[in-house]
C-alpha cells in the first residue's frame, strides 16, 4: 500500500465518491425519525441552494445559474417553498430540530431582502430550528447592502462567508473575481458592523499567476479583518469551467498556475502567520481564533449526521443514503412540478462503509475518537482497519494515542491523499478517473483540432447548469451540500 502525496488531489467532500451513486435510488422518507441512544429524536442539518451568481468565475464548476438567466430566479424560489413543504410533511423528519442551516450558492445574497426573508420564515414555520442553530450564509461582495447584512442577522444568521479567494487586485481580475478592492473591503467592513458571531474568509490557493509576493499581501489583508474562522482552498481546475477550455487551446497557459512545491510553501507562510497571531485549525484547511468558533455545519455533516438537501443540485445523507437533488433548474423544477421529491440518485452506505467514511471525514477534521467510534459502531477503529492506520502511523501522518487517532502537521497538509488509503479498489479506480486533477494533468492528447477539442470539453462538462449531469456540491468553507466557493 503506498499513497502518492499531492496538494493537487480532488477535494473530499464525501464517502464514497459521488460516482457510487447510481439513478433510480433514494432514501426512504417514509421511515419514522431516527431516536438516539436516550430515546430522543435526533437532530438534522439543512442545507440550501441558492444557485444564482452575477457571472460564473473561471474556475467554478458547481450548480449555478449566471445572471442572464436571473427570470428563472423568480420560479426558483417557488419550487424551494413546494420543496420545502414536501420535505416538512415526511415522517423521516416529524418532531426533530434542525441543528444547523446553510445558505449555499451560487450566491445566497443575490436574493433581494423580501425573498431571503420569505423563505427564512417559510422554514421557521415548517421546521423546528434548536435554540441555539446555527445559521451559515454565503456571501458575495457585489451584492452586499448594509441593510441585507442587518437583515439577515434579525433573521437568525449567525455565521457569515465571503468567498474572496483573492484580496490582490490583479490576481483577482486574473482569476475572473469581479468585486473591486473596494467593494470587497466595504462588505467585510459592514459584515464586521453588523456583528455575526462568526465572519469567516476564504481564499483560495495555486491560483493563476499567484506569487509570495501576491499571497503574502492577501494574507495580510485576511488577518487584519481578525475573522473568528478561515478557510484555504486549492485551486482545482475541471471540465466545464473557462480555464479548462483555455487550457485546451494555450497548453503554456499551465506554466503560469503554481506547482505542489511553491503552493506548499505559500500554505506553510499561512500557517505560521495564523499560529503568530493564536489560530488553530479546525480542519486540515481551515483555522479558528477560538474553539467556539469551530463550524458545526461541516462538523455534524462530516461525523455522519443527517443533511438534509433543499434546491437542485444539492447533496444531502439521509437514512443511510448519500443522495444528490436533480440538476439542472428544467428538470428539478418538472420534478416539483410532479409533485415529488427531487432527488435524481443515491447510494446506501453499508455498516463497512459508514466506519470507512468516519474514518475519512475524521482525517479531514484532524482527530478520530477511539471511543465515540466504539460507541456508534460497537467496535475499536483498531480492530477494523489495523493495517489502514498502520501505514498512516508509518506514514508519519497520525499518531494513535489510548483515546483517539490524531492528525499530525505532515497528515494534515495531505490530509486528501492520506485519507484515500481507507478506499477500497473499486473506489480508488473511480476516484483515480474522476476529473478531480487539475487539467494540465490530463491533457488531451489525442484532439489535434478545434473542433475535436471543443467536442471533448462539452462531452466532460460537469458544471454547467444547462449541460450537467453531475454539479459538484460546495466545498467552499463548507463541503456541505451543492454551491458556489465561499467555504
Given at each position: 500500500?503506498?499513497?502518492?502525496?499531492?496538494?493537487?488531489?480532488?477535494?473530499?467532500?464525501?464517502y464514497?465518491?459521488?460516482?457510487?451513486?447510481?439513478?433510480?435510488?433514494?432514501?426512504?422518507?417514509?421511515?419514522?425519525?431516527?431516536?438516539?441512544?436516550?430515546?430522543?429524536?435526533?437532530?438534522?442539518?439543512?442545507?440550501?441552494?441558492?444557485?444564482?451568481c452575477?457571472?460564473?468565475?473561471?474556475?467554478?464548476?458547481?450548480?449555478m445559474?449566471?445572471?442572464?438567466?436571473?427570470?428563472?430566479?423568480?420560479?426558483?424560489?417557488?419550487?424551494?417553498?413546494?420543496?420545502?413543504?414536501?420535505?416538512?410533511?415526511?415522517?423521516?423528519?416529524?418532531?426533530?430540530?434542525?441543528?444547523?442551516?446553510?445558505?449555499?450558492?451560487?450566491?445566497?445574497?443575490?436574493?433581494?431582502?423580501?425573498?431571503?426573508?420569505?423563505?427564512?420564515?417559510?422554514?421557521?414555520?415548517?421546521?423546528?430550528?434548536?435554540?441555539d442553530?446555527?445559521?451559515?450564509?454565503?456571501?458575495?461582495?457585489?451584492?452586499?447592502?448594509?441593510?441585507?447584512?442587518?437583515?439577515?442577522?434579525?433573521?437568525?444568521?449567525?455565521?457569515?462567508?465571503?468567498?474572496?479567494?483573492?484580496?490582490?487586485?490583479?490576481?483577482?481580475?486574473?482569476n475572473?473575481?469581479?468585486a473591486?478592492?473596494?467593494?470587497?473591503?466595504?462588505?467585510?467592513?459592514?459584515?464586521?458592523?453588523?456583528?455575526?458571531?462568526?465572519?469567516?474568509?476564504?481564499?483560495?490557493?495555486?491560483?493563476?499567476?499567484?506569487?509570495?509576493?501576491?499571497?503574502?499581501?492577501s494574507?495580510?489583508?485576511?488577518?487584519?479583518?481578525?475573522?473568528?474562522?478561515m478557510?484555504?482552498?486549492?485551486?482545482?481546475?475541471?471540465?466545464?469551467?473557462?480555464?479548462?477550455?483555455?487550457?485546451?487551446?494555450?497548453?503554456?497557459?499551465?506554466?503560469?498556475?503554481?506547482?505542489?512545491?511553491?503552493?506548499?510553501?505559500?500554505?506553510?507562510?499561512?500557517?505560521?502567520?495564523?499560529?503568530?497571531?493564536?489560530?488553530?485549525?479546525?480542519?486540515?484547511?481551515?483555522?479558528?481564533?477560538?474553539?467556539?468558533?469551530?463550524?458545526?455545519?461541516?462538523?455534524?455533516?462530516?461525523?455522519?449526521?443527517?443533511?438534509?438537501?433543499?434546491?437542485?443540485?444539492?447533496?444531502?445523507?439521509?437514512?443511510?443514503?448519500?443522495?444528490?437533488?436533480?440538476?439542472?433548474?428544467?428538470?428539478?423544477?418538472?420534478?416539483?412540478?410532479?409533485?415529488?421529491?427531487?432527488?435524481?440518485?443515491?447510494?446506501?452506505?453499508?455498516?463497512?462503509?459508514?466506519?470507512?467514511?468516519?474514518?475519512?471525514?475524521?482525517?479531514?477534521?484532524?482527530?478520530?475518537?477511539?471511543?465515540?467510534?466504539?460507541?456508534?459502531?460497537?467496535?475499536?477503529?483498531?480492530?477494523?482497519?489495523?493495517?489502514?492506520?498502520?501505514?498512516?502511523?508509518?506514514?508519519?501522518?497520525?499518531?494513535?494515542g489510548?483515546?483517539?487517532?490524531?492528525?499530525?502537521?505532515?497528515?494534515?497538509?495531505?490530509?486528501?491523499?492520506?485519507?484515500?488509503?481507507?478506499?477500497?479498489?473499486?473506489?480508488?479506480?473511480?476516484?483515480?478517473?474522476?476529473?478531480?486533477?487539475?487539467?494540465?494533468?490530463?491533457?488531451?492528447?489525442?484532439?489535434?483540432?478545434?473542433?475535436?477539442?471543443?467536442?471533448?470539453e462539452?462531452?466532460?462538462?460537469?458544471?454547467?447548469?444547462?449541460?450537467?449531469?453531475?454539479?459538484?456540491?460546495?466545498?467552499g468553507?463548507?463541503?456541505?451540500?451543492?454551491?458556489?466557493?465561499?467555504?
Open positions: 500500500m503506498k499513497i502518492p502525496l499531492t496538494r493537487r488531489d480532488r477535494f473530499l467532500f464525501q464514497p465518491p459521488f460516482e457510487a451513486m447510481r439513478a433510480g435510488e433514494a432514501p426512504d422518507f417514509s421511515q419514522p425519525a431516527p431516536t438516539g441512544k436516550d430515546g430522543k429524536k435526533e437532530g438534522f442539518q439543512v442545507y440550501l441552494h441558492i444557485p444564482f452575477a457571472v460564473r468565475c473561471t474556475f467554478c464548476y458547481y450548480g445559474m449566471p445572471n442572464t438567466y436571473r427570470r428563472f430566479a423568480e420560479p426558483y424560489l417557488e419550487d424551494l417553498h413546494r420543496e420545502i413543504d414536501m420535505l416538512a410533511d415526511v415522517p423521516y423528519l416529524q418532531d426533530r430540530e434542525v441543528e444547523t442551516l446553510y445558505f449555499g450558492g451560487g450566491t445566497p445574497t443575490y436574493l433581494k431582502e423580501p425573498k431571503f426573508e420569505a423563505l427564512v420564515e417559510h422554514l421557521r414555520s415548517r421546521f423546528r430550528f434548536a435554540e442553530m446555527e445559521f451559515t450564509c454565503e456571501g458575495e461582495p457585489t451584492t452586499i447592502q448594509e441593510s441585507k447584512l442587518q437583515l439577515l442577522k434579525d433573521l437568525g444568521v449567525n455565521r457569515m462567508s465571503f468567498g474572496v479567494q483573492s484580496f490582490h487586485p490583479e490576481i483577482a481580475r486574473i475572473g473575481r469581479i473591486k478592492p473596494q467593494i470587497v473591503d466595504r462588505a467585510l467592513e459592514w459584515a464586521k458592523k453588523t456583528g455575526f458571531r462568526v465572519m469567516n474568509i476564504d481564499l483560495m490557493s495555486g491560483m493563476l499567476s499567484e506569487t509570495m509576493e501576491t499571497w503574502k499581501y494574507i495580510d489583508r485576511l488577518l487584519g479583518y481578525e475573522p473568528e474562522h478557510t484555504i482552498y486549492r485551486m482545482e481546475i475541471k471540465p466545464g469551467t473557462q480555464f479548462f477550455t483555455q487550457l485546451q487551446f494555450n497548453p503554456e497557459l499551465r506554466k503560469q498556475f503554481v506547482g505542489d512545491e511553491p503552493e506548499l510553501e505559500m500554505i506553510d507562510y499561512a500557517e505560521e502567520r495564523f499560529g503568530e497571531l493564536g489560530y488553530t485549525h479546525h480542519t486540515h484547511f481551515s483555522w479558528i481564533s477560538k474553539r467556539e468558533y469551530e463550524h458545526t455545519h461541516r462538523t455534524n455533516c462530516w461525523r455522519g449526521k443527517d443533511l438534509i438537501a433543499i434546491g437542485e443540485s444539492s447533496f444531502g445523507l439521509a437514512n443511510g443514503h448519500l443522495y444528490q437533488n436533480v440538476n439542472p433548474y428544467r428538470p428539478y423544477a418538472q420534478v416539483i412540478a410532479d409533485g415529488r421529491l427531487p432527488v435524481a440518485c443515491a447510494h446506501k452506505l453499508s455498516r463497512h462503509e459508514q466506519m470507512t467514511a468516519y474514518m475519512v471525514m475524521g482525517l479531514k477534521l484532524l482527530s478520530i475518537g477511539r471511543a465515540a467510534f466504539q460507541d456508534r459502531f460497537g467496535v475499536d477503529p483498531l480492530e477494523v482497519f489495523p493495517r489502514e492506520v498502520g501505514y498512516l502511523e508509518e506514514q508519519g501522518a497520525v499518531e494513535v489510548d483515546d483517539d487517532i490524531k492528525v499530525t502537521r505532515h497528515g494534515c497538509t495531505y490530509a486528501d491523499s492520506f485519507a484515500r488509503v481507507f478506499y477500497p479498489p473499486e473506489y480508488r479506480q473511480m476516484d483515480e478517473v474522476a476529473v478531480g486533477t487539475p487539467a494540465f494533468d490530463k491533457m488531451p492528447a489525442e484532439a489535434t483540432n478545434v473542433s475535436e477539442l471543443v467536442a471533448l462539452v462531452s466532460a462538462k460537469q458544471g454547467s447548469w444547462e449541460t450537467s449531469a453531475q454539479s459538484y456540491g460546495n466545498p468553507d463548507e463541503g456541505n451540500g451543492a454551491g458556489g466557493h465561499s467555504e
